[in-house]
């Protein structure tokens, strides 16, 4: 029988059912990202790898995935750098849902997929930070970051700049749509200046 044969064959609770969970998924993902301003899309694999070359595979301490999406990446990054914890954040649900499989799948003991809103979670062991946002949740990140990455931190980019902070290096992924990645680094001033009591 066809898939269409199957769905016509199921009773009219169990279509109602089946419509139900979908609108709930789909729902879900829309409520999401209308609440932050960022779709769960994933790096393309071109731009995830420029994106992987920038992070130190020596890489010790904490690496945080702003935003893991459906956590593709979040693995990747976990099996370059052995020698880090990654931690992953996500809000949305089904993405949260998928990327916790792929946790749990991978095995990578150094990876752990959270649920929640990275923005009222302390970053302030971040080693690197990776983040494929938007326009708006960037211009919302940038001064957490400024306030609370250690100095030497390094936060990589897939097509989104950090406003007023000034890139350590912009790759161009050609084999993709000339998708800049941008590379920061945390300076020692920035550190002071935030620490520095005003009056
Ligand atoms: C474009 S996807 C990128 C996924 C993955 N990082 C990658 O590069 O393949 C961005 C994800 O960030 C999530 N996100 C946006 N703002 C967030 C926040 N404040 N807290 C947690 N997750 C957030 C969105 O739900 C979305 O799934």
Redesign the pocket.
Known sequence: MTAAGDFASLSDGETFLLLAALVAVIGSILV??LR????????NSHV?ATMLALVPADTRGVIY??????G???VRLAWRCPAARVIA????PL?FIVAKALQWLSRRRNLEVRY????SRPLGDGAVV????MIG?MVRLAPKLRAELPAGALVVS?AFTLPDWPPERVVTVTAYQNTPVYLYRQPLAAQEASATPVG
């Open positions: 999401t990202t932050t301003g960022v779709p769960p899309m994933p790096s995830a995935e702003l935003g893991a999406g459906w593709g990446f979040a954040y996500e809000l949305s993405p929640g809103n990275f923005m990776t983040c494929y946002l949740a897939n």
